[in-house]
């Protein structure tokens, strides 16, 4: 076997292997040069399936690649590098081989050319990362991991489930467009949305990412939602529905995210915006808009990753997330601030930032395609997320009033990390033929057009005008130590609340139900016994138990004797 | 490190600085749109000043929306800590329990 043919899943579990055995910064220098060889592994890879066997009936083709896989190879790799970087001042040997072994499942995952390899990385994804949430080692990321490995296990047996109909329908495993036709169809995309965190199963994300290390999360963050992405685009390109799906995910999160308080679940409600995004360019499914939902998955694993890596820095500096904890620390954190707002104007689209140049993508896809109101929703969605991840972020954390915590720049290695993230976000929003150029299909788009530039530039200014004028009004809701119910209370409070109250009851009738039957019971008894006591005269009223008890020893006796002899 | 130093926003005139530096930016878009001609894709880019005032005005149906739902959904921080698993009453009956055997009895348990 050829270098080239080895799967870049392998170099990473083999990476994980040695961050298991080594220590300090061997395991680091490790990680990394790990990283980069099977980074360079696969660059310049063409098209073509480099791994395959029989496996009983079926071909198992566990490497394939084409532009798609390709350009998410790229990124996870990217992804891997910078979060292994960030997390180097770690001494935890759990989180660092869980880490590898999860950039290694969603590497494994994107290049998975059959649906049974598919599902075993898509396992391994939720079985590895979970330990990123556990690592955290307090009671409230231990439930939350438990919440987080029911639903990720529950898509992956819906995905195994399918799988075995789709062999049934298609006589085939093979992983292409799937569509919505038949049994299968539908039961994979459900799969695929429970990663994807589709409305009403967005949950595991808000719930558990949050609760993650201060390291996790930046991997948690580039990785699952993406594969889910990917296997969207693959099966499902051109599927109306994900055009609704997606634009409702585009909307509702930032309506939690205004209010909530602790600033990664604002983070993990925005990520779910952003790929709302993503989903509508897969469903609208023209050349443009795959290519823009690949291109936004790209940028958002770099720019959410800086921004999440901003907020584990003010929360691994400062020991506090809340935004009402939080505020004044442009003083003493100067340095991560800015990389924080380089993160804050990519993901708000601003032009020469990398937000701009793959959203405007998506958007221009729905306007080419007739989707008019689809795509004033998406407008929408663009103003609310520099609302909320452009201004609210940085504002709480960084400005505000001064929370007076002491504090400073985080260790060197994750403001090298993040460094790396801002140069790239405006590396991206500079020249994005760079880009472009990776994307799967060819397209000739320029982003940077006087009428693209100036509407979003309008918009942008006029929505930070809005902020400016809420927060003179006093209308701006302020950050408030709290909970705020999402839909996860339906399955953490009133099921069960439901299920304890209906138990309640049923034991309530099953008792009364019992007494009910005992009583007539002993009635029915006690008239036989009555009857019996007229009857018993004859029989066995002057033979009593004693009696026969005697007997039976007695025959026991002479037959211990008949044995002996 | 120096809790009090004074910061860049700590003057209220700097602060002023940003939001004429805002204002004047507004101006200055809402300006450009009357000078420069844009070609349009959807009807209601037609709108006078649509970009302006869809941003500005969805900004504020935004806030004001997740304000009125707040009420609805906003509970205690430790709303979901008193139950279940993650339950401090869980917790205490674990503390209970690692106390020792005769803690697990109950209360009206008595050893004879």
Known sequence: ?565 | MNQHKKGLFDSPKNVQRVLYFLYAGCFILFAVDFLVHRHISYYWENVWAFYPIYGFVSCVVLVIIASWMRPFLIRDESYYNDEGLDGEANEKALEKTEQGPAASKGDSHVDD
Not at chain 1, 33 to 52: C, R
Not at chain 1, 202 to 214: C, R
Not at chain 1, 402 to 408: F, H, P
């Open chain 1, 1 to 565: 076997m050829w270098m080239t043919e080895v799967p870049p899943f392998i170099f990473l579990f083999f990476g994980a292997l040695l961050a298991a055995i080594t220590r300090g910064k061997l395991r680091g220098g490790l990680m990394l040069a790990i990283t980069m060889i099977s980074a360079l592994n696969l660059w310049g890879m063409t098209d073509g399936v480099y791994l395959q066997f029989a496996f009983l009936d079926y071909q198992l083709i566990p490497y394939r690649v084409d532009k798609l896989s390709l350009v998410f190879g790229y990124i996870f790799h990217l992804a891997a590098f910078i979060g292994i970087i960030y997390a180097l001042h770690l001494r935890d040997t759990v989180q660092q081989v869980a880490a590898m072994l999860y950039a290694g499942s969603g590497l494994g995952a994107v290049f998975a050319g059959d649906l049974i390899t598919l599902f075993v990385f898509w396992e391994l994804l939720a079985f590895t990362s979970v330990f990123l949430i556990w690592a955290r080692r307090t009671r409230r990321a231990y439930v939350a991991g438990i919440r987080y490995l029911i639903v990720q296990v529950l898509s992956g047996v819906i995905l195994l489930v399918g799988c075995l109909f789709y062999v049934s329908e298609h006589n085939t495993i093979a992983f292409n467009y799937i569509g919505l036709e038949g049994v299968a169809g539908w039961l994979i995309l459900i799969a695929f949305g429970i990663k994807c965190a589709f409305p009403f199963a967005h949950n595991w994300l808000t719930d558990a990412y949050p609760e993650a290390t201060v390291t996790g999360t930046v991997f948690l963050s580039a990785f699952t939602t993406k594969v889910a992405v990917y296997a969207l685009a693959r099966g499902y390109p051109g599927t109306e529905l994900l055009i609704y799906v997606g634009v409702a995910m585009a909307c509702f999160p930032i309506f939690f995210a205004v209010i909530e308080n602790d600033l990664r679940r604002v983070l993990a409600y925005s990520l779910l915006n952003q790929v709302g995004f993503m989903v509508v360019g897969i469903g609208i499914g023209t050349a443009l808009a795959v290519n823009g939902a690949v291109a936004h998955a790209f940028n958002d694993v770099i720019f959410k990753g800086l921004l999440f890596m901003s907020m584990g820095a003010v929360l691994h500096m400062t020991g506090r997330i809340n935004g009402s904890d939080l505020g004044g620390l442009y003083k003493t954190m100067p340095k991560t601030t800015v990389l924080c707002i380089i993160g804050a104007a990519s993901i708000s689209a601003f032009p020469l930032f990398s937000g701009f140049v793959s959203k405007s993508m998506v958007m221009s896809a729905a306007l080419t395609e007739g989707y008019g109101w689809i795509w004033l929703m998406l407008l929408f969605a663009s103003a609310g997320v520099f609302h909320h991840a452009g201004i609210k972020i940085p504002y709480f954390a960084f400005f505000a009033h001064d929370s007076g915590i002491k504090a400073a720049d985080p260790p060197t290695n994750m403001l090298l990390a993040m460094t790396i993230s801002a140069t790239l976000c405006i590396a991206i929003g500079v020249y994005p033929q760079m880009l472009y150029a990776l994307l799967p299909f060819e397209v000739d788009y320029y982003p940077y057009d006087m009428t693209h530039v100036l509407a979003q530039t309008q918009l942008l200014f006029f929505s930070a005008l809005a902020f400016v004028w809420l927060n003179k009004k006093g209308l701006y809701p302020p950050e408030l130590r709290s909970t705020h119910l999402d839909f996860d209370w339906f399955y953490r409070r009133f099921f069960p609340e439901v299920l304890k109250k209906s138990f309640t009851i049923i034991w309530q009738v099953d008792a009364r139900l019992r007494l009910m039957v005992r009583r007539k019971l002993t009635a029915h008894l006690s008239y036989l016994g009555a009857k019996e006591t007229q009857l018993s005269n004859l029989g066995s009223q002057g033979y009593p138990l004693g009696n026969m008890v005697m007997w039976v020893a007695v025959v026991l006796a002479i037959y211990l004797l008949l044995s002996i002899f």
